[in-house]
């Protein structure tokens, strides 16, 4: 009987300390906002540049602000799935606006929504670069495409590793 007791307790505490995760998650909230603070700088900058802008200028601000708003929208999928997976549901029930895909993502979809972001933040930073090539070596660059390379792999080995645990999974039930 004591072991029982011993045992239900250990499990309550661990159970509870899942909470523990909670203040990572607002942090992030904190987080969104430095992003929108910089996007918002961003933005200004772009916008009173425009009487002077070439092509590539163009096109290299616009980069800039969809690569801050992939960072933060990779944010707001960490912070809602990751509550939801490791801490408490969102009860959102009755919100119109409420995302068709919270409460669907799991950690292995997270997993891939994660490094397909890094992939995407990547590339375009990476087109910035060849789009102003010029201000950079081609030492920064050959690295900046590797590094590149190991994002692109690692997503793929991911995926395949997910692939290959959901088959386990399927061919174990049979």
Do not use: C
Not at 81 to 97: L, Q
Not at 119 to 143: C, P
């Amino acid at each position: 009987m004591s072991n029982n007791i011993i045992e239900r307790s250990i499990e309550q505490g661990l159970f509870a300390s899942r909470w523990l995760m909670a203040p990572f998650y607002i942090g992030l909230v904190g987080a969104l906002i430095v992003l929108l603070f910089s996007f918002m700088q961003e933005l200004l900058h772009f916008m009173m540049s425009i009487p002077t802008l070439t092509q590539t200028d163009a096109v290299l601000g616009v980069l800039s602000l969809i690569d801050l708003s992939l960072a933060g929208n990779l944010l707001i999928i960490v912070m809602f799935s990751g509550y939801e997976n490791f801490v408490s549901k969102i009860d959102t029930t009755d919100h119109k606006d409420q995302p068709e895909w919270k409460g669907t993502v799991d950690f292995s979809s997270l997993k891939l929504k994660l490094i397909a972001s890094i992939v995407a933040i990547s590339g375009i930073h990476l087109l910035k670069v060849f789009m102003d090539v010029e201000k950079t070596s081609d030492a920064q660059i050959r690295w900046m495409i590797i590094i590149h390379l190991v994002f692109v792999v690692s997503g793929v080995l991911l995926a395949l590793m997910d692939y290959i645990a959901a088959g386990t999974k399927s061919m174990k039930k049979k």
